[in-house]
């Protein structure tokens, strides 16, 4: 159980924490926020990209999967 002191610290704290989000914080602003939020999708679809050419390249369940991947074939060869 929070004692009286420990109650007024923490209504303290909440106080300070809005008034620091109200007045201290700066916020972006529109165009600011849909430039960072297009460079986070763009950089999600390359790394997406590049897991997908490493699972094809490589054979993705190799054991379980017909498609072995291109270092499956070249293993084949030889």
Excluded: C, H
């Excluded at 924490?17 to 109200?22: I, R």
């Excluded at 849909?34 to 790394?47: E, H, N």
């Excluded at 390249?57 to 270092?71: C, E, L, T």
Aim: proline residues 1%; aromatic residues 16%; without cysteine.
């Amino acid at each position: 159980m929070l004692n009286l002191n420990e109650m007024s610290q923490f209504t303290q704290y909440l106080q300070e924490s809005y008034q620091e989000l109200v007045q201290k914080v700066t916020w972006p602003t529109w165009k600011e926020l849909q430039g960072s939020s297009v460079l986070v999708f763009v950089a999600s679809l390359l790394i997406a990209g590049l897991v997908f050419v490493m699972d094809w390249a490589f054979g993705v369940n190799a054991a379980d999967s017909i498609w072995r991947g291109v270092i499956g074939l070249v293993y084949e060869l030889f």
